[in-house]
């Protein structure tokens, strides 16, 4: 059994992004008895603030079995726009990681390997760093191309993109295995002339056992003063930049007339804005914002909705995969995508063959799309749901996917 640093910046309670799945990584690797620690913050994605519980914090460590969880304080940005405010993120937090392996190493000894996980390429630089220091290998699991999504959303112009796309791909190049999402990552390694045979495409892991199709209960609807017979059209993840949610708001102006009802489930840096643009549009009986809804009650909270969006800016093309999109897959409902047709997530769609896709950026598209959704029939939408679901039990079964995981890592460092 192998002895394993893991190097995050987020990691669960935080409900969105590559938490989830950076934690069922861990959790599955303890539990085949290999020696587990984690190196992350306190939790503050996707309000971007930490808890209160946690706010003069700077370091807690927490055991379970063969999993250790040591956090670690780090500057969260006040503006996440801004790209200076990132470095600083993702330095500071640099700085608390190195000096707390260093401290464990002292101690226990040096890990077999180091794990990065996430869209930070300073923490990649950081396990590269550390990892040829005390002469062991490190490993990159890449949840998103971080230097091209963000020149995506205009958080850096193109040159400074460049340096920090070479340090980004500087922070893999010795890598002993890469794990990817999808072929354009593949692609993006390949061209900067990393080893093809280190690299494996390796989707994102969703528990299909809890997150199912369900039956309708209607206990979200009434909670939150949905109507019964409302054609529901539901955001459920982070609300930031990449998201484009601004057209949401627009298409809900153009529906407000319609039994169309758009719900926005989570938080993030713009979602106060969102509420606002919803008042200025005169449009708060058709728009909700709702709270992330608990893990156990997921499945439900998808039945509710007749259409589950994602909506992106046409920008973002194959520098990220959201998690949303999996997640709704496996829920068994059918999903409508505002995306760019060449981008990831119309990528997948196409290959499960349930491809509800319209331009991004474009509110008419989207409110006629939404329109000609709530006129089909139950078995036209419901075909659409079963399709998706027989795609992520094919392809997300976290069972599965953690298996393989653990295969590759396994691998690269025997």
């Not at 599955?28 to 930490?50: D, K, N, Y």
């Not at 601004?246 to 009802?261: G, N, Q, Y």
Request: aromatic letters at 8%; proline letters at 5%; glycine letters at 6%.
């Amino acid at each position: 059994m192998a002895r394993l640093f893991i190097i995050t910046i987020n990691y669960a309670p935080e409900p969105s992004g590559f938490a989830p799945h950076v934690t069922a990584l861990a959790e599955h690797l303890a539990r085949q008895g290999h020696q587990v620690s984690v190196f992350t913050g306190f939790p503050f994605a996707p309000r971007w603030r930490r808890r209160v519980e946690d706010r003069w914090r700077v370091f807690s460590c927490e055991r379970n079995g063969n999993l250790t969880v040591r956090r670690l304080t780090h500057f969260i940005p006040r503006k996440p726009s801004s790209a200076a405010q990132r470095i600083c993120m993702e330095g500071s937090f640099g700085a608390a990681g190195f000096a707390a392996m260093a401290s464990v190493m002292l101690k226990t000894g040096r890990p077999d390997a180091f794990i990065y996980v996430g869209a930070q390429p300073a923490l990649a630089m950081l396990a590269r760093i550390v990892a040829t220091l005390v002469r062991r290998p490190y490993l990159v699991r890449i949840t998103d191309l971080a230097a091209r999504a963000a020149v995506d959303v205009g958080i850096v112009g193109r040159r400074l993109s460049r340096a920090l796309d070479a340090f980004e791909f500087a922070a893999y190049a010795k890598a002993a295995g890469a794990a990817v999402l999808c072929r354009s990552f593949e692609q993006a390694l390949d061209d900067y002339g990393y080893p093809s045979d280190r690299i494996r495409v390796i989707a994102n892991p969703i528990d299909v056992d809890r997150i199912r199709p369900i039956a309708r209960t209607g206990r979200l609807r009434v909670r939150y003063g949905i109507p019964a017979d409302a054609f529901v059209v539901m955001h459920a993840g982070s609300m930031g930049l990449k998201q484009g949610l601004s057209t949401v708001i627009d298409a809900a102006a153009l529906t407000r007339e319609s039994a169309i009802h758009w719900v926005f489930i989570g938080d993030g840096e713009i979602r106060s804005q969102l509420i606002e643009a919803t008042r200025s549009a005169g449009v708060q009986q058709t728009v909700h914002f709702l709270p992330f809804q608990p893990d156990h009650a997921l499945s439900e909270t998808f039945a509710d909705a007749d259409v589950l969006l994602v909506n992106q800016v046409r920008a973002v093309k194959d520098t990220l995969i959201p998690g949303k999109l999996l997640t709704y897959m496996a829920a068994g409902r059918p999903v409508l995508v505002a995306a760019n047709p060449e981008s990831q997530p119309a990528q997948l769609l196409h290959d499960a063959g349930a491809a509800l896709l319209i331009a991004p950026e474009d509110a008419d598209a989207l409110a006629m799309a939404a329109r000609t959704l709530s006129t089909s029939g139950r078995d036209t939408l419901a075909a659409f749901g079963t399709r998706n679901r027989t795609y992520a039990e094919m392809n997300f079964d976290q069972q599965k996917v953690l298996v393989e995981q653990e295969r590759f890592l396994l691998q690269q460092i025997a």
